[in-house]
């Protein structure tokens, strides 16, 4: 099946830096989503993209929708403790269901 | 609103036997999906329905059935479980049409042994 890329596959920041991670595919896409997803728990939805271009917020978190549709690109600026987790993208192709990529996994030092 | 629940939140089955794992979601959303998470990879897709009274193959369904018992409920049975089907399944939903935001239920952890 279509596979997504993730970049970087796990990432260790200290508290207070800026934080970005990317997804690519081989396929253009028609929405993107991003989720983080906690141990234990189901993912939560953060972000979601419709428009090549369109750049969206949701607090400290913000995400692109990349202009060749084929990527997006998800930063999360002053990172905190709780920002721990991992975080997934998800596309979907016109007409098909979404595709996920393996995730990102996040560790934040104190 | 509870949004996405499955039921039960943690299994484990012998070899060959069978169990139903249940998801229901009130949030008034047609398309309903199964999923299987396995370390290092993404969501894996089982089973979906795109609306009350239809079915659908996903990426990976061999070993799996699944039926639609209504709008709000959206079962996954595993017929003689195998080794390979331990892992983590998860049901998510969304109102297609409007959004394409797919949102989750908490998961099942299953461990066939």
């Known amino acids: 099946g279509q596979q997504l890329n993730q970049s970087p596959q796990s990432m260790f920041i200290q508290e207070g830096e800026d934080v970005s991670m990317n997804c690519t595919s081989s396929?253009?896409?028609?929405?993107w989503l991003w989720y983080k997803q906690d141990p234990g728990e189901g993912p939560v939805l953060l972000i979601a993209l419709y428009k090549a271009g369109e750049l969206t917020s949701n607090g400290r978190l913000t995400a692109q929708f990349g202009i060749t549709r084929k990527d997006s690109f998800l930063n999360i600026s002053a990172s905190i403790p709780s920002d721990v987790g991992i975080y997934f993208c998800?596309?979907?192709?016109?007409?098909?269901?979404?595709?996920f990529g393996p995730g990102t996994r996040l560790s934040v030092l104190p | 609103n509870a949004g996405v629940t499955q039921t039960p939140k943690f299994q484990v089955l012998k070899t060959g036997q069978s169990m139903t794992l249940q998801c229901a979601q009130d949030?008034?959303?047609?398309?309903m999906y199964w999923y299987r998470q396995d370390p290092g990879m993404g969501l894996r897709l089982i089973y979906y329905?795109?609306?009350?009274?239809?079915?659908d193959k996903g990426e990976v369904p061999n070993g799996y059935n699944v039926s639609r018992l209504n709008k709000r409920e959206f079962s996954l049975r595993l017929e003689s479980a195998a080794p390979s089907q331990t892992s983590v399944y998860f049901c998510a939903s969304y109102r297609q049409g409007l959004s394409y935001e797919q949102y989750f239920g908490p998961g099942t952890r299953l461990t066939v042994t």
């Open positions: 329905s795109a609306s009350e009274g239809t079915t």
């Open positions: 949030m008034n959303h047609n398309s």
């Open positions: 998800a596309g979907r192709p016109y007409g098909q269901n979404f595709v």
């Open positions: 396929s253009i896409f028609n929405t």
